[in-house]
T-cell receptor, first 113, second 113 residues
Framework: NAGVTQTPKFQVLKTGQSMTLQCAQD?????MSWYRQDPGMGLRLIHY???????DQGEVPNGYNVSRSTTEDFPLRLLSAAPSQTSVYFC????????????FGPGTRLTVL | GNSVTQMEGPVTLSEEAFLTINCTYT??????LFWYVQYPGEGLQLLLK?????DKGSNKGFEATYRKETTSFHLEKGSVQVSDSAVYFC????????????FGPGTSLSVIP
C-alpha cells in the first residue's frame, strides 16, 4: 500500500493563479479531508468528504473547492491564489468506524507571491 | 467551543532525558484524546490515544493518561532519543465527524546527543 499520496511536494504560485493539489489513497477509506498547517495554529480543516460524491466545509473553506468523484481521489482546488493561502497542506483519510485515526499524506508546501 | 492547549515550544532535551509535553483541553462532553507526531518532512502519524477517563495510551515508550478531573492528557517518555525529534500534536474528538476533531498548535521537540 502506498497509503496517502500528495502531489506536488512544493509549489510556488503568483497571486491570482489557480492550481489543484492532488490527493489519493489506496486503503479504501470512506473519509478524506484537507487541512492547512500554519505556524502556531495547528491544523485547520478546510474541506472533508464522507464518501464519493459527498463533500462538506470545514473551519476555513473560503478560496478552496473540492470534489470527490471516486473513493480514492480528493483534489483541492485553489481558484485564485492569495498570499494568505501560503501554507503547508495535508490530506488525510480514515475508515468510517475509525474516524479519528487518520492517515496523513506527506504534505504540499505552497507559497503564493 | 472545544479547544486544545499545549505547552509552547520549542523544547530541547539531551538524549536519555525525561520528557513531558503538557496538554489541556476544553470540551462540552466526553471527548476521545490523541497524540499525533510529525517527523521532519512527513505528515502526521497517530502516536497514541485514550477514549475515556483514566485510560492510558502508550506507544513507542510514550504514555499519556486521560485525566478528566484536570482536563489534561500530558505526553511523557522516560528516556528520549535523537530519533524522537519531531512536532507533537495533542488532539481531541467529540463526535463522529471530521469537523469535531480539534488539533492543538503543536510542540516542537529537539533531542541532542
Amino acid at each position: 500500500n502506498a497509503g496517502v499520496t500528495q502531489t506536488p511536494k512544493f509549489q510556488v504560485l503568483k497571486t491570482g493563479q489557480s492550481m489543484t493539489l492532488q490527493c489519493a489513497q489506496d486503503m479504501n477509506h470512506e473519509y478524506m479531508s484537507w487541512y492547512r498547517q500554519d505556524p502556531g495554529m495547528g491544523l485547520r480543516l478546510i474541506h472533508y468528504s464522507v464518501g464519493a460524491g459527498i463533500t462538506d466545509q470545514g473551519e476555513v473553506p473560503n478560496g478552496y473547492n473540492v470534489s470527490r468523484s471516486t473513493t480514492e481521489d480528493f483534489p483541492l482546488r485553489l481558484l485564485s491564489a492569495a498570499p494568505s493561502q501560503t501554507s503547508v497542506y495535508f490530506c488525510a483519510s480514515s475508515y468510517y468506524e475509525r474516524l479519528n485515526e487518520q492517515f496523513f499524506g506527506p504534505g504540499t508546501r505552497l507559497t503564493v507571491l | 467551543g472545544n479547544s486544545v492547549t499545549q505547552m509552547e515550544g520549542p523544547v530541547t532535551l539531551s538524549e536519555e532525558a525525561f520528557l513531558t509535553i503538557n496538554c489541556t483541553y476544553t470540551a462540552t462532553g466526553y471527548p476521545s484524546l490523541f497524540w499525533y507526531v510529525q517527523y521532519p518532512g512527513e505528515g502526521l502519524q497517530l502516536l497514541l490515544k485514550a477514549t475515556k477517563a483514566d485510560d492510558k495510551g502508550s506507544n513507542k515508550g510514550f504514555e499519556a493518561t486521560y485525566r478528566k478531573e484536570t482536563t489534561s492528557f500530558h505526553l511523557e517518555k522516560g528516556s528520549v532519543q535523537v530519533s524522537d525529534s519531531a512536532v507533537y500534536f495533542c488532539a481531541l474528538s467529540e463526535g463522529a465527524s471530521y469537523d469535531k476533531v480539534i488539533f492543538g498548535p503543536g510542540t516542537s521537540l529537539s533531542v541532542i546527543p
